[in-house]
T-cell receptor, first 112, second 112 residues
Framework: QKEVEQDPGPLSVPEGAIVSLNCTYS??????FMWYRQYSRKGPELLMY????GNKEDGRFTAQVDKSSKYISLFIRDSQPSDSATYLC????????????FGGGTRVLVKP | EAQVTQNPRYLITVTGKKLTVTCSQN?????MSWYRQDPGLGLRQIYY???????DKGDVPEGYKVSRKEKRNFPLILESPSPNQTSLYFC???????????FGPGTRLTVL
């Protein structure tokens, strides 16, 4: 079993819809949770960064962490065709230093 | 412009022919890492470096070498490449262990 599980998709939604992405993990020591966006033929870029449990909002993006369920989510409101990309969750713990454990990524396609 | 650069971007080589992929960052970051990305497996860390002359193994270090003689550079060396090292490689850097990692544009390597 992988340490971080993420549905590969693809997830296809119409423009303006809410995109809902999630990851489950098995390591209860994870405390730092990130979402990266990766466009085709590009490197990942950080979208959201949260520490421990709770919600964080940034514009159209909301990240949620539920440590009791070992489950994290990313919501994209009012989705745009430019949101079409692969979304990767990543997480880390104190002992791991800068080592991130990534999910496999979910490919999202927002149709005009 | 703050960035991580990698060269070459694309490389096709044959089994056993030594190669080096260069990585350079201009943000004065202490931490640098190498990842490989394979379909369904996400990003996996190969090696990382916390500072000059300090390197350590990640999750999949076999068949790779690194060096960190200068803060800005972190080359990845494949002494004797094999077909199972065909992958998309990313270099990343960050200020500290839990901070945002900036990724390079990627190097697509094919080993025949």
């Amino acid at each position: 079993q992988k340490e971080v599980e993420q549905d590969p998709g693809p997830l296809s939604v119409p423009e303006g819809a809410i995109v809902s992405l999630n990851c489950t993990y098995s390591n209860s020591a994870f405390q730092y949770f990130m979402w990266y966006r990766q466009y085709s033929r590009k490197g990942p870029e950080l979208l959201m960064y949260t520490y421990s449990s709770g919600n964080k909002e940034d514009g159209r993006f909301t990240a949620q962490v539920d440590k009791s369920s070992k489950y994290i989510s990313l919501f994209i409101r009012d989705s745009q065709p430019s949101d079409s990309a692969t979304y990767l969750c990543a997480m880390s713990d104190e002992a791991a230093g800068n080592k991130l454990t990534f999910g496999g990524g979910t490919r999202v396609l927002v149709k005009p | 412009e703050a960035q991580v650069t990698q060269n070459p971007r694309y490389l096709i080589t044959v089994t056993g022919k030594k190669l080096t992929v260069t990585c350079s960052q201009n943000m004065n970051h202490e931490y640098m890492s190498w990842y490989r990305q394979d379909p369904g497996l996400g990003l996996r860390q190969i090696y990382y470096s916390m500072n000059v002359e300090v390197t350590d193994k990640g999750d999949v270090p076999e068949g790779y070498k690194v060096s960190r003689k200068e803060k800005r550079n972190f080359p990845l060396i494949l002494e004797s490449p094999s077909p199972n090292q065909t992958s998309l490689y990313f270099c990343a850097s960050s200020y500290g262990g839990y901070n945002e990692q900036f990724f390079g544009p990627g190097t697509r390597l094919t080993v025949l």
